[in-house]
C-alpha cells in the first residue's frame, strides 16, 4: 500500500487534544533513555506523515484507532524506503506507541493484539560503520596535544574506545561516577534505562589521570567544554561536541572519518579479538542481548578468509 493510500483511510482522525499523560505518544517517549527519545520520536513522526500524508505531528495522530490493515501498510511503506534495520526501528517505535494507548484505554486488547501482529523485516546485514586500526588509534591519541582541549579529548577517546561507551553515555557521566582507585565508571541509565559499570585501565586511565589533573575537582560532568583561551568550563557537553572534538582529531591525524559509535564497535571487535568471553563483552558493552555483540565478532571472518586462501586462482598477469 503506498503513503498515498495510507493518507486515505478515514480511520486515522486527529486525536482530540490530550493531556501529556494521556497521550500515548509522550508517555512512550517518557519511559525512553534519552539517547533514544530523539530517535524514537523521529520514527514516529515519519510514521505519522505516512498516516496523513503529512497533515498531523506524531502528537496528534490517533493512534488507538490503528487496526491491522494499517499497521500491515505502514510496514510496507518502511520497508519500501528503508532498510532493513531502520525500517525495524520504526516498527519497533510504532509497538511501543501502541502498547501506551492500550494501557491507556485508548484501543482495547483484540485491536491491539491485531495492529501489533507485525513481523520485523528479515534478513542480515554487516554493521554500519567500521572498526580502527591500532596505527589510527596511536594516530588519534598523538594528535592530542598537552593543551586543555587536548587533554579531554585524549579522555574521550580513552572512554568511547577503552570503555566502549556510547557518546550520550559519556556526556552523561559525573564526577562522582568515575573511580580512579579502581579505574570503575559508573554509567547511569544507559540504552534501554540499563546501568553498568565499564572500567578505564592502563592507558584509558592514564588519560583521564591527566585530564583530570586539568579539570580540578569541581563537582560536576566529567567531560566538560574548554574555550579557545583553554579555560575548563565545568558544565555539560552534548553528544555533538564529542563527535565535533573527535573529528578534529581526526583530521589533525590524518584519520579517515569515523564516527564516535566506531570506537564503540572497535571496542568489542578488539576485545573478542584478544579472547574476552563474549557475554563478559556483552556486559562491558550494555548490549541488551549476545546477539547484538556476536555481530562485532571479527574471528569468523579471519576464519573465512583464512579459508578463502587454500584456494588457488591460476593467474598471471601478462
Known amino acids: 500500500m503506498t503513503t498515498t493510500a495510507l493518507a486515505t483511510r478515514p480511520e486515522v482522525l486527529p486525536a482530540a487534544t490530550l493531556p501529556p499523560d494521556r497521550n500515548p505518544v509522550a508517555v512512550y517517549l517518557a519511559r525512553l533513555a534519552p539517547g533514544s527519545r530523539r530517535t524514537m520520536a523521529e520514527a514516529l513522526e515519519t510514521i505519522a506523515g505516512m498516516l ?7 502528537a496528534e495522530v490517533s493512534w488507538g484507532a490503528l487496526r491491522y490493515s494499517h499497521t500491515a501498510a505502514i510496514r510496507t511503506a518502511l520497508a519500501e524506503r528503508y532498510a532493513r534495520t531502520t525500517a525495524n526501528k520504526h516498527l519497533c517505535a510504532l509497538r511501543g506507541v501502541l502498547l501506551e494507548a492500550r494501557r491507556l484505554g485508548l484501543i482495547c486488547g483484540d485491536d491491539y493484539a491485531q495492529a501489533v501482529d507485525i513481523h520485523d523485516l528479515k534478513g542480515e546485514t554487516l554493521p554500519r560503520g567500521r572498526a580502527l586500526e591500532v596505527g589510527e ?9 598537552s593543551s586543555p582541549a587536548g587533554a579531554r579529548d585524549a579522555a574521550l ?29 559508573t554509567v547511569r541509565a544507559g540504552k534501554g534505562r540499563k546501568d553498568r559499570t565499564s572500567y578505564a585501565t592502563n592507558g584509558a586511565a592514564a588519560a583521564l589521570a591527566a585530564w583530570l589533573s586539568v579539570r580540578g575537582p ?16 565545568v558544565r555539560g557537553m552534548t553528544p555533538q561536541a564529542v563527535y565535533l ?6 583530521e589533525l591525524a590524518g584519520v579517515a572519518r569515523f564516527s564516535p559509535h566506531d570506537l564503540r564497535r572497535t571496542f568489542v571487535g578488539d576485545l573478542l579479538d584478544a579472547g574476552a568471553d563474549i ?9 541488551a542481548s549476545v546477539q547484538t555483540t556476536a555481530r562485532y565478532d571479527r574471528r569468523g571472518e579471519a576464519t573465512k578468509r583464512r579459508a578463502a586462501e587454500l584456494l588457488h586462482v591460476p593467474y598471471r598477469r601478462r
Open 218 to 233: 569541581v563537582l560536576g560532568p566529567l567531560f566538560v567544554p574548554v574555550n579557545r583561551a583553554g579555560r575548563v568550563e
Open 157 to 185: 577517546l580513552a572512554v568511547c574506545y577503552g570503555g566502549g561507551l556510547r557518546r550520550a553515555e559519556v556526556v552523561a557521566l559525573d564526577l562522582s561516577d568515575y573511580d580512579p582507585a579502581t579505574g570503575a565508571l
Open 279 to 287: 557475554a563478559t563483552v556483552q556486559r562491558l558493552a550494555g548490549h
Open 52 to 58: 496523513t500524508a503529512g497533515r498531523l505531528t506524531a
Open 245 to 250: 572534538a573527535l573529528r578534529k582529531r581526526a
Open 137 to 145: 588509534l596511536r594516530a588519534l591519541f598523538a594528535a592530542c596535544d
